[in-house]
C-alpha cells in the first residue's frame, strides 16, 4: 500500500514544486524590484505611472510624489501608481 501511496502522491508534489518555481517564484522576484524601486524614487527621476503618464518626480515623501508633466502642470499619486524608472535623475 505504500507505493501506491507515493505514486499517488508523488505527481501532486512535483506538480505543486513546478508550479512554485514556474510561477510563485518569479512573481515574487518581480513584486520585490517594484517595491526597491518605488522605495529609491528621488527628486528628478523621469517616469511612468500604471496609466501611462509620463513625466518627472518634483518631489516626494514616505505615500505620495508629486510629478511635473511636459506642459508644466503638477500631479499628485501614490508612489505605488510608479511602473517604471525611465531615467534616473
Known amino acids: 500500500m505504500s507505493e501506491n501511496f507515493v505514486a499517488t ?6 506538480m505543486i514544486a513546478i508550479f512554485y518555481f514556474l510561477l510563485i517564484r518569479p512573481q515574487q522576484k518581480r513584486q520585490k524590484q517594484i517595491r526597491d524601486m518605488q522605495a529609491n524614487l528621488k527628486k528628478g527621476d523621469k517616469i511612468v505611472t500604471i496609466g501611462g503618464l509620463h513625466g518627472t518626480v518634483d518631489s516626494l515623501d514616505e505615500d505620495k510624489i508629486v510629478i511635473r508633466t511636459g506642459d508644466g502642470s503638477r500631479l499628485t499619486f501614490d508612489r505605488n501608481a510608479v511602473r517604471e524608472v525611465v531615467e534616473q535623475s
Open 9 to 14: 502522491v508523488l505527481p501532486f508534489v512535483l
